[in-house]
């Protein structure tokens, strides 16, 4: 028996129906609302067209019906009456051996399961099965890093599409690589292409099968990677009362690609490691292997999530969540284990904005205000506050507010910073106090701000004085002194290392989680990298590290 693929979404007006027809795929798309007997009218007048075309594209048809004729007279007689264009079968749409009435909506009258009958050929029924909208490899892949597609799945889910990888040999034919959603290509496939034969599946049906063809060959990856060694520290998932937090900026493609980048900022790197193609095959295999609960990004362009870290660490099982940071390309990216923890809620906001539009901030405005320049500076700021709060899965009365954020970079900018942490704080202090009460916070990021810091005394000690030299980080024209207090007990997990951005001009600390003292308590560090491979390619970003700055990555224990 045949197929009819019926697509009919609630939310649309409009349905598809796709059958063969004399040998060739046709679709009609209908009115849900329209009655059952125009849509079968429809299909028997494709079918008469389908079979003039078909009679029309027979070579030699009328000399082969003149020799029938002279041959057999009565037989061609029977063959033309067949063939007659204005003759069409009976048509009809059963469920069991029941017709349904004409006069059904399109809508319901397609059911997975029900039979249409055209004259003796008969199509089964399949109503929004699962499809392949989208099906993609990477432009790089490189032996020894994990691969995965680019993939978009309606009517079913990922996890429930089968999968098959397949190697080009030699003599240019394919065979079976292996099997699963996420492939690492082992050195001897280096100059090889792959293929992926994908079926998209709900969970009891697979749809029609889909492939993906790899844009060049496998490429051969570095030897070994800064990363490699702390991974045999991750090995094994946290559980039970620990949870595993990353935080970690990846350095965005617009950042690495400019001249600036290239000549003065990075010149010791290859062009080719600067490449985001390159950069992102290390990328995904560091995160991936930190095997974390809680992952915080930061410079994360919009196409990077979209297309290659949202679809690999959905595939091994992370829910992810995107913030694009004003008008820019990148932004701020936030990972949560979906075994683990449950979205409840969340609240981004651009702090320049929420510092002008927010009642909340209305003191802090003022006082900003004082300084016409300052206030300028950092309303325009296109920067970022990232908030969720997850819920445990395995004790629902544990909640956590993650924050992620990436302040304003200019040295001169210490006082900027500290505005900008104020109006962080006074939105956590509502979401954790009024919204979700007695919630701790873990809050990450790059703050461009040293352990001697204004911004880290702030953090830590929980305010700062208007006698900070900070405030006049940029010259007495633009100092802002005002006092600065804030209600969470916090830590830096990772203490203060010595660096966590290592450029060939600068090398320094700027990076943190800070975690709620009174809830959490720190289990261990993942030691940084040996110094000597950081080093071994003068600086980063290198051809075995693919950002400036190196991870920070901890296990906090529920008190």
Avoid at 254 to 271: G, W
Avoid at 295 to 302: F, G, I, N, P, T
Avoid at 349 to 358: E, H, K, N, R
Wanted: negative net charge; proline residues 6%.
């Amino acid at each position: 028996m045949q197929t009819a693929v019926v697509r009919c979404v609630p939310s649309e007006t409009k349905m598809t129906i796709a059958l063969e027809v004399c040998g060739g795929r046709r679709r009609l798309e209908r009115e849900q609302s329209e009655c059952l007997r125009a849509a079968l009218a429809r299909i028997a007048h494709h079918l008469l067209k389908a079979q003039a075309g078909a009679r029309k594209g027979k070579k030699g048809a009328a000399q082969a019906s003149a020799q029938a004729q002279e041959q057999a007279p009565d037989q061609a007689s029977a063959q033309a009456q067949e063939q007659a264009p204005d003759q069409a079968p009976a048509i009809s749409l059963y469920v069991g051996e029941q017709a349904i009435p004409g006069d059904t909506s399109n809508a319901e009258a397609w059911q997975e399961g029900a039979e249409l009958r055209v004259g003796s050929v008969h199509y089964r029924v399949q109503r929004n099965p699962p499809g392949l909208t989208l099906l993609a490899l990477p432009a790089s892949m490189l032996a020894g890093f994990p691969v995965c597609p680019r993939l978009q799945v309606e009517f079913g889910q990922a996890a429930d599409c089968s999968f098959e990888w397949l190697q080009e040999t030699e003599a240019g034919r394919w065979e079976h690589a292996a099997y699963g959603r996420v492939f690492t290509p082992p050195p001897d496939l280096v100059g090889r292409r792959l293929k992926l034969r994908c079926c998209p599946g709900d969970g009891s049906r697979l749809g029609p099968e889909s492939e993906a063809l790899s844009a060049g060959p496998v490429q051969l990856g570095p030897e070994a990677c800064t990363f490699d060694g702390r991974h045999s520290f991750t090995q094994q998932a946290a559980a039970g009362s620990v949870l595993r937090v990353v935080s970690y900026n990846i350095l965005a493609d617009i950042y690495a690609q400019t001249e600036l980048s290239k000549t003065t900022l990075y010149p010791y790197c290859p062009p080719h490691a600067l490449h985001a193609h390159y950069r992102e095959n290390l990328v995904k295999k560091e995160v991936l292997g930190y095997q974390a609960d809680l992952l915080c990004l930061q410079e994360v362009d919009k196409a990077l999530f979209n297309y290659s870290l949202r679809p690999a660490l959905d595939a091994f099982g992370y829910q992810g969540l995107f913030r694009l940071k004003g008008k820019q390309h990148e932004g701020l990216a936030t990972f949560y284990r979906a075994s683990r923890f449950q979205l409840l809620s969340q609240h981004d906001v651009t702090l320049g904005q929420a510092l002008a539009s927010d009642p909340l901030h209305t003191h802090l405005l003022q006082d900003v205000a004082a300084n016409p320049s300052v206030q300028e500076k950092v309303l325009h700021r296109s920067t970022t506050l990232q908030v969720c709060v997850l819920q445990s899965l395995e004790d629902p009365s544990r909640k956590v507010c993650v924050a992620n954020t990436h302040l304003y970079w200019h040295p001169k900018g210490g006082h900027i910073r500290l505005i900008q942490i104020a109006v962080a704080f006074r939105h956590l202090q509502q979401i954790t106090s009024e919204l979700h009460p007695n919630t701790p916070i873990i809050f990450c990021g790059d703050f461009n701000s040293a352990p001697s810091s204004g911004l880290y005394d702030f953090v830590t000690k929980g305010s700062i004085l208007p006698d900070h030299q900070d405030w006049t980080s940029n010259g007495e024209e633009e100092q802002c002194r005002m006092a600065l207090t804030h209600s969470f007990k916090l830590g830096s997990a990772c203490g203060e290392p010595a660096y966590t951005n290592y450029v060939g001009g600068f090398q320094g600390c700027l990076d943190y989680i800070f975690m709620d003292e009174d809830a959490l308590e720190v289990d261990r560090v993942i030691p940084f990298p040996p110094h000597e491979e950081i080093t071994r390619h003068l600086a980063l970003p290198s051809v075995s590290h693919p950002s400036d700055h190196i991870a920070l990555v901890c296990d906090l224990k529920w008190k």
